[in-house]
Structure formats: structure tokens, C-alpha cells
């Protein structure tokens, strides 16, 4: 029993570590809060919604092209939103930047409410991850498993890129120290977008993934955001690697808390956060003193 | 020449403010009476918020309701007219909202929370300010018993009925030997937790029930609480859960293989079978619920409401809609037999009626808790179904007087939370 709660914490934490990436990558370089990633993760859903009919009769592949391209649009909804506003007031202070994302998720939400209304939708399962694998003599979805291989791919995929690549380089240079990327020569601008562009598409990707086993509705976005800040305030904002020990963190302390303490398994996970941030804290003092 | 002048102007303007005067308390002595003068229905539901997806289907059935009414020369010839505002599923925003419809609005009767707790707030508005209220979804016994105001109604099943009519089916399954019972973590779930337990004990004391799980509202992810409930090997797991995360606990439980394992018994509404649609698993689910119009075909009223409902809005209606239809038509028939509007009329003739409406010939309202004798529907969930989506099968109809708390349980109850 310990062993199966074990191994569905895991799987839980690297759905949360998908949802989480995107948005502790935009806070890492451009020191904001985007509240709106709840919302981007809602739109991968509903376009995954949309589009897997168009692709994908119960097949994987046409629901991994129907998740990608959701992801893409999600990405350029971001994109967008960038340039069009967040551009404008990166030197406005960090509240106002806050109330915009939050006037996002208003737009977004209201939208998506206008086009797929405001009842509760369901996407299919493709046939080849519906079943379930059989571990001594408990049964695990083989989609976590699938869930939990595009974790970490996507975890693999970041390292390369933020380590060898131009891009990374430029990516961690600016999350060190943006001023001294700008005296570079090098055009912030691009930069922001370009981090804003691949938050959007983690969020948009982490929604469309996940859209089969669970629930769509237009109020995913709150839902989302919440589980998202606790494991990025877990693993320190803007820390990849705090994120992804963050996310199997909660997931793993939720499952054991329903296993030993059923009616406090909420409060567990809140109970972690508070005890981060309060070491956290003592130990900012400490290296004042 | 021009005092004169001056004299005859004051003559005519005193005419004048006499004549208006007079005009106006003309007015305000027919103003009651006038035939044209609306019946004002304040609505306050959580339009945007958590009650969304279950809102629509109640505004959509109140606004062809009184379309129909209005239609047919509207309440003791005068029109009704619907005031809609969104209390975006917040408490304190349904009572702000409630008190402004009664005192600016000046609305006759308010209806329309979907959250108990919403539902809780308004219904102090109501008994404050002397204004009818009824709900329709919403439905926390607290205000039919802890809470009681007398000029509060329900239309529904409250939490109590609707777990004991779970524990009824639970019981009524021989071969099932052992259950977990499952609650959202809010009051509604632990209520219907506790009830469904205590109900159980009773029907069977020979049947094993584990340790209840409680996840929360809405819960996206509820693989932790499956395999937990699965790992006690139970026959059937009770879920007072609904919505989303009723969606989410039968989608990922299918991936657990948790319906080949156990049953799961819940509140089964036609807007998650339409939204499970070919998700839904064949076997496993069955479910208890409010207003299924499948089953309702029988009753011309029923038939003809199901009718007019998809002329219009092109689908089946849900149980939401349903329900509220037959609310609002319950309000009418005891605005005709009360002769009018007046708030302490009304609610005797709310007590003293009995209606034909969608989900039976004799409907209603007790007159010590204001409580509806409505009938819980519980049956098996099928995918084989006419309608594009699952349906439930062997359909039994619990009526109200094997789930109602009797007199005595209602006044111990009130007696206790003293």
C-alpha cells in the first residue's frame, strides 16, 4: 500500500512539475508573476478538446499532434500578450504587472466561456494508454506512466537547451543578471518573448496532456494556478530543478497524507509550504547578520 | 398691471401643482391594483464561479418558464418579469445582491442559489427583509432545520434524503459486503458522509464501512484517493462528489481499472452524462438524482417542458433545469392560490398547495421545515441510450416519505444546535 501511494505521488508531482515548469522559466527571467498560466493550461485543454476529433480516432499519434499543436497556439496567445502588453510595463512596479496577468485570466476565461460555454467537457482517452499496468497485485493507468515519461522528457529537453544551446546561454545570463545582457549588446526584448512564448507552450502542453484524465471546464485555470504557485514556492521561484523536486515533493506528501491522515491531506501539503518559506526566511536573515 | 399678472400666474401655477398632485395620488392609489404592474423575480446564482456549468441549465429553464407564463397573459394578469444578477458563487456577494434586488429592484420572491452556502447568505436576506425565497439546487438541510426562517422553501431533496436514499440502494445490493464512503471536504460532503453512514448502519449492520476519504472541492487529481479507497477492497465506494471532480474520479478511475473492481454509487446528474458521454465506463456507476427527464417522459407536463427546453436551446435539459422548472412552477401555482404577491399570503399557500408538476402529481411543501416531498431517483447508469449519451437503467423513484427527517428527528435536530 505504501509502495502504490508511493509510486502515484510521483506520477501526481510530474503532472504538477508540467504545470509548474513554465511558470517558475518566466519568473526566472522576467521576475514575473503570471498568473495567467492557469489560463494558458486551460486553452491547451480546450484546443486539445478541439482538435484531437481532427487527428486522432482513439490513436496516440493523433493525440500527441492535437496536444502539440494546442501547445503551439497556447504559445502564440502568449507570445502575443507579450508584446502587445507585458512589454510595456516591465519597468512598471511588480503589482501592476501582477494586475495585468490577472486581467488576462479574466479575458481568457470569458473567451473560452463565449466559445465551448460553461458546461463540463471530456477528452477521450487514446486506446493504447487507456488500460492499466499490474504491479504485484495493484494496477497503476498506463497514462501516468506515459505522463510521466513526457515529464521527463521535457525536463531533459530543457537541460539540453538552457545548457547547450545559444538560447540557454542567453536565457541563464539573463535570469543571473539582466543589465549585464543588455550592455552585451544583446535585445532584451527577444529574449522576454521568447521565454514568455515557451512558458505558454509548457502551460499549453501540460493542459492538453493531462486533459484526458480528468475534467474540462472554463474554471481550470484557478484550479491549476493554485497547485502551480505551492510548487514553485516550494522549489524557489525560478529554480527548475526546486520546481521539479517541489512538484514530486507535494504529490508524494499528498498521497501518503490520504494513506495516514485522510482528513488532513490538504492541510499537509500547506503545512510544507509554510515550513519552506519559513526556513527559507530565518536562513535570508541569517546571511544579513 | 404687473402685480395682477403676477397674481394670475400664481393663480395657475397653484392649479397646475394641484392637478399634478392630485394626478399623483391617483397614481399611487392605483398603482397596486393596475393590472400591468410586474410580479418581480430576483434570481441570484452563481452565474460565473464554481456553480457555472450548473447555473445554466436553472436560468435557461426559469427564462422559458416564464416566457411561457408571460405568454400565456403571465400570473392574475399581470406580467413576470425576471431580474437576473451573478453572485459569482460568493456568499457575501449573494446576500449584497439579494438585499439590493429587494430593496431597488423591489422583486417580490428571490430564487436561484446553487451553493448551500450562497444559499445560506440569501436566506438570512430573505427572513430580514420578510421576502419569499426558494431554492431549487442548493439544498443543505441547514436551512430546512438549523437555520429555519419562515420565509424560506426547497424545492429539492435535502443533503439528508439524498444520502439516505444512497444508503436505501447501498443496503438494497445483498452481495455488496463493503463500502468506502468518499465526501467533497466541505460541509455538504461530510453532511452527506456522516448521513449515508448512520442510514447504513441501520439498513445493514452486518456491512463493513472503512474510514470515509475526503478530497476536496473539485479535486483535479484523484488518483491518491483511488487507489486508497481500492486498497480497502470494497464492494461499491458511496462519492457524494459531483461536477468536475465527479468527472475526474470516474475518468481516472477507469484508468485504475476501479470499475471492474467496485461499484461506485453518486450523485448522477444528466450534465455529467452528457459531458462522460462515451468516456462513461458500461458498468460500475450507478447513481442517485434530482430530475433525470429520461425518466420523467411518462408526464405529459414533463414531456412537453423536455419539448419546448430543446426547441429552444437545442439540448435535453439537466437535472438542474429540470428542477428548477418545476421550482418555479410550484411558485406560481401558490402565487394564484395566495391572490397575489404579499409575503406572509404567499407562504401559507406555499405550505397549503399541492401541484402537479415534472416529477409527480402530488408535490409539496411541508409546513414545520418548508420542505418539498421531492423524490430521489437512483438506478444504474448505462452507455445503452436513444439520447447520444449514458442514461440511467432500472430506475427506482425513492419517494419522500422514506428519506424525510419526521417532525420529531427535525425538532431534536433544532433542538441540539441551540
Known amino acids: 500500500m505504501l509502495t502504490v501511494q508511493i509510486v502515484n505521488g510521483l506520477m501526481e508531482g510530474m503532472m504538477l512539475f508540467l504545470i509548474a515548469s513554465g511558470l517558475t522559466l518566466i519568473f526566472g527571467v522576467s521576475r514575473i508573476i503570471n498568473f495567467a498560466h492557469g489560463s494558458l493550461y486551460m486553452l491547451g485543454a480546450f484546443l486539445t478538446y478541439q482538435l484531437v476529433p481532427l487527428f486522432s480516432d482513439g490513436s496516440l499519434l493523433g493525440f500527441a499532434v492535437a496536444v502539440l499543436l494546442g501547445a503551439v497556439l497556447a504559445a502564440a496567445v502568449g507570445a502575443l500578450f507579450e508584446m502587445a502588453v507585458l512589454r510595456r510595463i516591465y519597468r512598471a512596479p511588480e503589482l501592476m504587472q501582477l494586475i495585468v496577468t490577472i486581467a488576462l485570466v479574466l479575458i481568457v476565461r470569458d473567451l473560452v466561456r463565449l466559445v465551448w460555454g460553461p458546461n463540463n467537457v471530456s477528452v477521450s482517452m487514446p486506446d493504447a494508454l487507456a488500460g492499466a499496468v499490474q504491479i504485484g497485485d495493484s494496477f497503476f493507468p498506463t497514462f501516468q506512466f506515459a505522463i510521466f515519461g513526457a515529464g521527463l522528457l521535457v525536463v531533459a529537453l530543457m537541460i539540453a537547451i538552457i545548457r547547450f544551446t545559444r538560447a540557454g546561454v542567453l536565457l541563464r545570463a539573463a535570469t543571473d543578471d539582466r543589465g549585464m545582457v543588455a550592455l552585451l549588446g544583446i535585445d532584451q526584448r527577444r529574449i522576454f518573448t521568447a521565454t514568455f512564448a515557451a512558458g505558454s507552450f509548457l502551460a499549453g502542453l501540460a493542459g492538453g496532456l493531462a486533459s484526458p484524465f480528468g475534467n474540462v471546464n472554463y474554471l481550470l485555470d484557478t484550479e491549476v494556478i493554485v497547485a502551480a504557485f505551492i510548487v514553485v514556492v516550494i522549489g524557489g521561484l525560478g529554480n527548475l530543478y526546486g520546481a521539479l523536486a517541489g512538484a514530486l515533493a507535494v504529490g508524494v506528501i499528498k498521497s501518503l497524507g490520504v494513506l495516514y491522515f485522510p482528513r488532513l491531506a490538504m492541510v499537509l501539503i500547506f503545512l510544507v509550504m509554510a515550513a519552506v518559506l519559513l526556513v527559507r526566511s530565518m536562513g535570508r536573515r541569517e546571511l544579513q547578520r | ?418
Open chain 2, 1 to 418: 398691471m404687473v402685480d395682477k399678472r403676477f397674481e394670475l400666474s400664481r393663480t395657475l401655477a397653484r392649479a397646475a401643482l394641484a392637478a399634478v398632485g392630485l394626478a399623483m395620488v391617483a397614481a399611487v392609489a392605483a398603482g397596486p391594483a393596475r393590472a400591468a404592474d410586474p410580479i418581480r423575480i430576483g434570481l441570484v446564482a452563481g452565474i460565473s464561479g464554481a456553480c457555472g456549468p450548473l447555473v445554466d441549465g436553472e436560468v435557461k429553464a426559469v427564462e422559458l418558464g416564464v416566457d411561457q407564463l408571460n405568454a400565456k397573459g403571465g400570473l392574475l394578469g399581470r406580467p413576470i418579469e425576471l431580474i437576473k444578477r451573478d453572485s459569482k458563487t460568493k456568499p457575501d456577494e449573494g446576500a449584497k445582491l439579494a438585499r439590493e434586488l429587494v430593496l431597488n429592484d423591489k422583486v417580490d420572491v428571490l430564487t436561484g442559489t446553487c451553493s448551500s452556502a450562497v444559499m445560506l447568505a440569501v436566506s438570512a436576506v430573505s427572513k430580514e427583509l420578510k421576502t419569499p425565497f426558494y431554492s431549487t439546487i442548493g439544498n443543505s438541510q441547514k436551512a430546512n432545520i438549523e437555520a429555519f426562517q419562515p420565509y424560506f422553501w426547497q424545492t429539492q431533496a435535502h443533503a439528508l434524503m439524498e444520502a439516505a436514499a444512497a444508503a436505501e440502494f447501498v443496503a438494497g445490493h445483498a452481495d455488496w459486503k463493503r463500502v468506502v464512503p468518499m465526501g467533497f471536504d466541505y460541509e455538504w460532503g461530510h453532511t452527506s458522509v456522516d448521513t449515508f453512514v448512520a442510514h447504513l448502519k441501520q439498513l445493514r449492520p452486518d456491512m463493513e464501512i472503512a474510514d470515509p476519504l475526503f478530497p476536496k472541492i473539485g479535486e483535479s487529481n484523484m488518483t491518491s484517493y483511488i487507489t486508497a479507497a481500492l486498497a480497502q477492497k470494497p464492494d461499491v465506494v458511496y462519492a457524494a462528489v459531483f461536477g468536475g471532480g465527479l468527472i475526474n474520479l470516474i475518468k481516472q478511475g477507469k484508468s485504475f481499472g476501479f470499475f471492474q473492481r467496485a461499484s461506485l454509487v453518486t450523485l448522477m446528474t444528466v450534465d455529467t452524462m452528457q459531458a462522460l458521454a462515451k468516456d462513461m465506463p458500461a458498468k460500475g456507476v450507478s447513481g442517485y438524482a434530482r430530475a433525470p427527464f429520461f425518466e420523467l417522459m411518462g408526464n405529459p407536463k414533463a414531456k412537453a417542458f423536455v419539448e419546448a427546453y430543446r426547441e429552444r436551446y437545442g439540448v435535453y435539459p439537466d437535472d438542474w433545469a429540470t428542477s428548477s422548472y418545476d421550482g418555479l412552477m410550484y411558485l406560481a401555482a401558490a402565487i394564484e392560490a395566495a391572490g397575489g404577491t404579499d409575503a406572509d399570503k404567499l407562504m401559507a399557500a406555499v405550505t397549503s398547495i399541492t401541484v402537479h408538476g415534472l416529477r409527480g402529481d402530488a408535490l409539496k411543501v411541508r409546513d414545520f421545515d418548508h420542505l418539498m416531498n421531492a423524490p430521489v431517483y437512483v438506478g444504474d447508469v448505462t452507455t445503452d441510450s436513444p439520447y447520444g449519451f449514458p442514461i440511467m437503467k432500472n430506475v427506482v423513484r425513492i419517494d419522500a416519505d422514506k428519506t424525510m427527517p419526521s417532525k420529531e428527528q427535525v425538532e431534536k435536530l433544532r433542538a441540539a444546535a441551540q
